[in-house]
C-alpha cells in the first residue's frame, strides 16, 4: 500500500509543479466582460451607462481597421494552395496580417497574411526585390515562428516564383502556438557565406479568427501486424489539415526489444482516410522513437464538410529487423533459398574476379539487407557496393530484384553474415472510425 | 483588502474585486480544475465557464466565509459538465506529457497505476485524486464535493484497498 501512496504522491510533485497560465487573470476577466452585467443586480446608474457606452465607442473604434480587413483574401497564392486552401482563401477565411520590412539590399519581405487552427499555422509571405531578380541563394528557406516560450520551427513549405524572378510567394506551415501565445513573430533572414541579415515582422495572433478543430475525438482503435501492434490514438480534424496520430510501440515494448535485441527499426508505415468513401489527400507522415515510445503522425488534407462515414487503411508497414544469421556459400551457380523472416531471399551464384568476391542474390523488392558481411576464410568483410540491379515482375504482380554484391578479397570458404533486413509487408486492413 | 470585505464587494456586483478574489487562490482553482480536464485549454475553459456562473448567483450566497469551498463545488461541476459534452473520462494521461525527468522505470510505474485508477469507481477514483494529487485534507474534499466526511474517508480506504487488489499487489507491495 505504501507503495502505492508514494506514486501518488509523486504526482503530487508533479502537479503542483504544472505552472498556472499568466493569461488566467484575463481570462476570467475577459469571461465576465462577455458575460455583461448580472441581470440580477441593478445597481448601474445613468453614470455607469455613460461610461459603458463610451468604453464601447473606444472598443469600436479601435477595431474598424480590423473589421476592414476582414473577409480579404490572400491573392497570388492560387497555385500553391490546395482546393482546401484555395476554399478557405475564397470564403475570407484567415487574418489578414500586411506587414512588410525591407533588408538593406533592397529585398521587401511582406507577411500577408495568416492561418490558424488547432493543428497548424500557416504563413503567407511574399519575399520581392525592388531592383530586379532575386537572388535565391541568399533567401532562407527555413523562418522562424517565434513567440514567449519557444521558436515554432517550419514544418513544410512550398513557394512560387513569378516569370521575371522577382517574386517569390511562400506558404509555411508551423505547429499550432500554445493557447497563451499572442503576440509572434515571423523571423527570416536574408544572406550567404554568413553576412546575414535577420529580421521578423511581429504580428497579433487574432483568436477569433482562428479556426480551431472540426472533429477531435480518440480513437481507442488498434491493428496487429507482424512486428507490433499498431494504435491509433487519436484524430484532430482542421479546417485545413487532418492529423491521425499514434504509437507503434510503448516504452515498455521498446525496453524490452531492446534488452531482447529483437528491436525493429520502422522505415515507413502507409495509411489511408476515406471519408465518405473516397481517400482523402495524403499530406505527409513522421515517425519517432523517444522516451515515450514509438509513435507516428500522418497528415492528410481537411475532411468534407457533410462527413458521414470514416475509414482508416493500414495499406502497408516496413521496417528494419535484426537478424544476426549466417548461412554457409558453395562457389559457382547454387539455387540456395532462404527463408528469412518469412521472406524468401535466394542466393544465385558465388564468383571471384579480379580479387573481388561476387555474390548474386534476389528477393522481393522491398526487401533489403541493410547491414550485411561476407566472411571469407574466417574474416569479415563488409559490403562494398550492390551492382547489376534487374527488377522482373512476375505474374501475381510482385517485382523480384536481383543484384550483385560486391566484397574485396577473395578465399577458399565463404559465409554470409546477415545482421539486419529491412521489407515491407501489406496488410490492406480496413479500420471504422465512429463518428461520435 | 481583507478576504471578507471582498467578498462583500463582489456580492454586490463588483466584477474585478470577484477576479482578485478568485486569483488570491489562483494555484487551488487552476490545479482543481487541470487534475480534472488534463490540459491547459480546457482546465481554463471550466475556469471562465465557473467565474461566470458564480457571478450570476452570488447574490445565493448565504455564508459568505463558505466562498472558496462553493465556488471551487461550482468549478468541479463546470468540469464534470464539459467532460461528460466531450464523453472524455477522467484518466490523468495528460500529466505525464509535461517535461519528466524521472527514472524510466518509475515512469512506468506511475502510467501503470494510472490505468489501473481509470478503472476504479469514479467516485473512488475522484476522491483518491483530490487527496493525493491536489493534497486537499478530508474536510476540504467533504466541502467541495458536498459530501460527509465519513464518506470520503470511506472512498479513499476503499479505493486504495481495490487498487492494490487489481493492480495483483505482487509489483507494488
Known amino acids: ?220 482503435k488498434s491493428a496487429q501486424i507482424d512486428e507490433t501492434e499498431i494504435y491509433f490514438d487519436t484524430i484532430m480534424a482542421t479546417p485545413t489539415t487532418t492529423i ?14 531492446q534488452i531482447l535485441d529483437k528491436r525493429f527499426r520502422p522505415n515507413e508505415l502507409t495509411v489511408e482516410l476515406i471519408a465518405n468513401g473516397k481517400k482523402l489527400d495524403w499530406q505527409g507522415a513522421g515517425l519517432s522513437t523517444n522516451v515515450d515510445g514509438m509513435t507516428f503522425e500522418q497528415r492528410f488534407d481537411a475532411l468534407p464538410s457533410n462527413l458521414n462515414d470514416l475509414k482508416l487503411n493500414l495499406v ?121 | 483588502m481583507e478576504t471578507a470585505l471582498m467578498i462583500k464587494k463582489a456580492r454586490q456586483g463588483d466584477r474585478e474585486i470577484l477576479v482578485q478574489l478568485i486569483m488570491k487562490q489562483k494555484e487551488d482553482y487552476y490545479k482543481l480544475a487541470y487534475v480534472y480536464m488534463k490540459n491547459p485549454d480546457d482546465a481554463m475553459d471550466a475556469l471562465e465557464e465557473m467565474i461566470v456562473i458564480v457571478y450570476d448567483n452570488i447574490h445565493r450566497l448565504r455564508k459568505e466565509e463558505a466562498f472558496y469551498s462553493w465556488s471551487k463545488t461550482i468549478l468541479v461541476n463546470c468540469c464534470k459538465k464539459m467532460l461528460r459534452k466531450k464523453k472524455k473520462l477522467v484518466s490523468m494521461e495528460g500529466v505525464r506529457e509535461q517535461v519528466d525527468t524521472s527514472p524510466f522505470a518509475h515512469k512506468e510505474a506511475q502510467i501503470v497505476l494510472e490505468q489501473y485508477l481509470s478503472h476504479l469507481n469514479p467516485k473512488q477514483k475522484e476522491a483518491i485524486i483530490l487527496r493525493y494529487y491536489l493534497d486537499l485534507d478530508y474536510q476540504g474534499i467533504a466541502d467541495i464535493l458536498k459530501i460527509p466526511v465519513g464518506t470520503v474517508k470511506s472512498r479513499i480506504s476503499i479505493g486504495l484497498r481495490n487498487l492494490k487488489k487489481s493492480m495483483g499487489g505482487a509489483q507494488f507491495e
Open chain 1, 1 to 220: 500500500m505504501n507503495n502505492i501512496e508514494e506514486i501518488l504522491g509523486q504526482k503530487k510533485n508533479e502537479i503542483e509543479q504544472i505552472p498556472v497560465p499568466d493569461e488566467m487573470e484575463v481570462r476570467l476577466r475577459s469571461a465576465l466582460e462577455k458575460r455583461g452585467t448580472n441581470p440580477r443586480i441593478r445597481q448601474a446608474n445613468w453614470k455607469v451607462k455613460v461610461a459603458v457606452l463610451c468604453i464601447l465607442a473606444l472598443v469600436i473604434g479601435w477595431q474598424a481597421d480590423t473589421l476592414a480587413y476582414y473577409g480579404k483574401k490572400l491573392l497570388g497564392y492560387d497555385s500553391i494552395m490546395n482546393g482546401t486552401l484555395q476554399e478557405l482563401n475564397e470564403s475570407g477565411k484567415g487574418q489578414s496580417i500586411n506587414k512588410t520590412y525591407t533588408y538593406k539590399d533592397g529585398t521587401i519581405l511582406t507577411l500577408d497574411g495568416i492561418m490558424l487552427d488547432d493543428n497548424q499555422l500557416l504563413a503567407y509571405y511574399t519575399i520581392k526585390n525592388s531592383h530586379g531578380k532575386l537572388d535565391f541563394d541568399k533567401i532562407s528557406l527555413a523562418p522562424v515562428m517565434k513567440g514567449i516560450v519557444k521558436e515554432y520551427m517550419m514544418n513544410s513549405s512550398q513557394g512560387i516564383i513569378n516569370e521575371k524572378e522577382t517574386e517569390v510567394k511562400y506558404i509555411a506551415s508551423f505547429d499550432s502556438p500554445y493557447f497563451f501565445e499572442k503576440h509572434l513573430q515571423l523571423v527570416c533572414s536574408l544572406g550567404k557565406n554568413g553576412a546575414d541579415e535577420t529580421r521578423s515582422i511581429s504580428f497579433k495572433l487574432d483568436r477569433n479568427q482562428a479556426m480551431g478543430h472540426t472533429l477531435k475525438q480518440k480513437l481507442h
Open chain 1, 316 to 436: 502497408s508497414f516496413s521496417s528494419e529487423h535484426d537478424v544476426h544469421q549466417v548461412f554457409a556459400l558453395a562457389k559457382g551457380d547454387m539455387k540456395q533459398s532462404n527463408q528469412i523472416k518469412g521472406q524468401q531471399i535466394d542466393f544465385k551464384k558465388l564468383y571471384t574476379s579480379e580479387g573481388n568476391t561476387y555474390l548474386t542474390i534476389s528477393s522481393e523488392e522491398s526487401v533489403i539487407l541493410t547491414k550485411v558481411y561476407l566472411i571469407i576464410d574466417g574474416e569479415k568483410v563488409s559490403l562494398e557496393e550492390t551492382i547489376q540491379n534487374e527488377y522482373d515482375k512476375q505474374p501475381d504482380g510482385t517485382i523480384i530484384h536481383t543484384r550483385t554484391l560486391r566484397f574485396t578479397g577473395t578465399g577458399q570458404e565463404y559465409q554470409l553474415d546477415i545482421r539486419r533486413m529491412s521489407y515491407s509487408k501489406t496488410y490492406n486492413k480496413i479500420i471504422d472510425i465512429p463518428i461520435k
Open chain 1, 244 to 257: 491521425i496520430k499514434g504509437t507503434l510501440q510503448s516504452p515498455l515494448e521498446l525496453a524490452r526489444d
